[in-house]
């Protein structure tokens, strides 16, 4: 589980097709400070296991499901990308709950500058724009972000310095994909809400209506 606060940029030095997969090296420091073979690392929003480490590269293998599923296929060396070590019982959590398990891949539409920060506009999949609220939060590329507006397929958000300082974002462009999850939470009201799901009566169902219908969920 991570929070979606990104620790440091690192940089892909090496891709190695291996199986149906691949096995990446990462150049860090940061988050190899203390890491050990089996911790778990986000890579651009993607959760991916330690297979070894030094004090300043570490190794994943990433499967041919989350290579297809993810940006992760696509990488080359030279590549930044956003880092982040697993949520500890002790932190804080400072941006929302992240599973690192990447829901798909979003397009950039546009990316616009202000004199404060950066705008940018997502295409999203039909299939997840239903999880996706005004004021709600997402994590693009593991950087977690306030939902600023939604439209029919799009969704729009606003980094503010201290984010456009810490992630990758501001190298993106029109047409590139970012790696996006969406809030757990609303997955769950969804399942909770269904007509096959269980646990629910028709009480239960119209509360948790309400409750998302007025951005408490």
Known sequence: MFTGLIEEIGSVARVETAGSGLVMAVSAKAVCAGMRVGDSISID???????SCTESVFTVFASSVTAGVTTLGSFRPGR?????RALTLSSRLGGHIVQGHVDGTATIRAVERDVSGLRITLAVPAGLMRYI????SIAVDGISLTVVSV???SVSLYLIPETIGATTLTEKRA?????????ILA???ERL?????????DADRRLMGKLFEGGFL
């Open 151 to 153: 439209e029919d397929s």
């Open 45 to 51: 929003g993607a959760c991916q296991t330690v297979t």
């Open 80 to 84: 930044r990308v956003n880092l982040e």
């Open 193 to 201: 809400l269904s007509a096959g799901g269980s646990g629910a009566d």
């Open 133 to 136: 609220a005004a004021k709600g």
């Open 175 to 183: 047409g590139d994909a970012v790696n996006v999850e969406t809030d």
């Open 187 to 189: 997955k769950y009201v």
